[in-house]
């Protein structure tokens, strides 16, 4: 069982940051070059091209983390399992707390009309999506630390 949980946190933790590097490198560069009026459909387009897939594949990974917290055979494995699984919902409070309410805030606005702290906004939520991209990835050296831990 813990093989397969294992396998679980791993593939889950490394879709996410898989997806949050392609933001990182690709998306977010994209989208602070184009003018605000585009931005805010191009972002629109994006962000929910990534709901709900993201939100269930980085719970998937915590519920896995810390299942093994409980079914782990060994002290290592389980704190390693509880560690990982802490960071990834750090990735989820991350989420819900600043990036998401920013995402809300831009999709509520009038693209001929942005407001004079439009590009303050923007950083604020690269900044955060930068945190929680830096999160999953020492998740993923936790869990690949974990995964060789269970198979020793």
């Keep these: 069982m813990s093989e397969i949980l294992m396998l679980v946190a791993l593939m889950g933790n490394a879709i996410a940051v898989g997806v949050f590097s392609a933001t990182v490198l690709g998306g977010v560069p994209l989208l602070l070059a184009l003018p605000g009026e585009q931005y805010v459909h191009a972002h629109g ?31 290592a494995l389980r704190l390693l399992g509880g560690a990982a699984g802490l ?23 009038d ?9 303050e906004r923007r950083s604020r939520w690269q900044r955060w999506n930068a945190v929680r991209s830096a999160l999953a990835l020492s998740a993923l050296a936790v869990n690949l630390t974990a995964a060789v831990v269970l198979i020793m």
């Design 111 to 119: 693209p001929a009309s942005l407001p004079a702290d439009w590009p």
């Design 87 to 109: 960071v990834m919902a750090s990735v989820i409070t991350v989420s819900i707390t600043k990036n998401v309410p920013i995402n809300h805030w831009v999709a509520a606005q």
């Design 45 to 75: 387009f994006l962000a929910t091209r990534y709901d709900p897939f993201m939100p269930i594949t980085i719970l998937l990974t915590v519920l896995a983390d810390l299942a093994l917290v409980a079914a782990g055979p060994g002290t």
